[in-house]
């Protein structure tokens, strides 16, 4: 008899509970978009890097996913789709002679424009992971970055 009524509850408390768990399965699984505005470009030439990143160890190395467009006035707008929630950051260079990197000086002085999320000027040093990083998590985002 005290078995039963330990089952009962058991099942009870797990019908109860059911529901809570796939919601939250559910939120975790749930795709997001990330939709990057760019404003300000001084220039047409050349095109636009966006790149997303997704750890601070590969930050400006390795990149998670990349858009390349070409470069207008005017805002110009890029979508990342369907990522999964997680800790993100971007970066967006303004390569003007084309050449799929962020070209410097004999300085080690940036040539080019890069802007980053969080609104992170770069003017004078590439951005770092810990200004750049940014939560993605349930619902779609939305930044600016502006030259």
């Known amino acids: 008899m005290k078995n039963e009524k330990t089952m009962k509850r058991i099942i009870t408390f797990?019908?109860?509970l059911a529901p809570f768990l796939c919601a939250l399965n559910a939120q975790e699984t749930h795709a997001r978009n990330l939709?990057?505005?760019?404003?300000n470009l001084k220039s047409e030439k050349g095109n636009l890097l966006i790149a997303l990143y997704t750890d601070e160890t590969g930050f400006l190395k390795d990149i998670y996913q990349v858009k390349t467009l070409a470069a207008s006035k005017g805002?110009?707008?890029?979508?990342f789709?369907?990522?999964p929630q997680g800790?993100?950051?971007v970066t967006v260079i303004?390569?003007?002679?084309?050449?799929?990197?962020?070209?410097?000086n004999f300085l080690g002085l940036l040539k080019e424009p890069i802007g980053a999320s969080n609104e992170i000027d770069g003017r004078f040093k590439e951005p770092d992971w810990h200004d750049a990083k940014f939560l993605l998590t349930g619902n779609d985002r939305d930044f600016k970055i502006k030259f």
Do not use: F, Q
């Not at 939709?35 to 404003?39: G, K, L, P, Q, V």
């Not at 805002?75 to 979508?79: D, L, P, Q, R, S």
């Not at 303004?94 to 410097?104: A, C, I, P, V, Y």
């Open 14 to 16: 797990t019908l109860i």
């Open 35 to 39: 939709t990057i505005s760019i404003e």
């Open 75 to 79: 805002e110009i707008e890029a979508t």
């Open 81 to 83: 789709e369907n990522l």
């Open 87 to 89: 800790v993100y950051a």
């Open 94 to 104: 303004h390569d003007k002679n084309g050449n799929g990197k962020l070209d410097t």
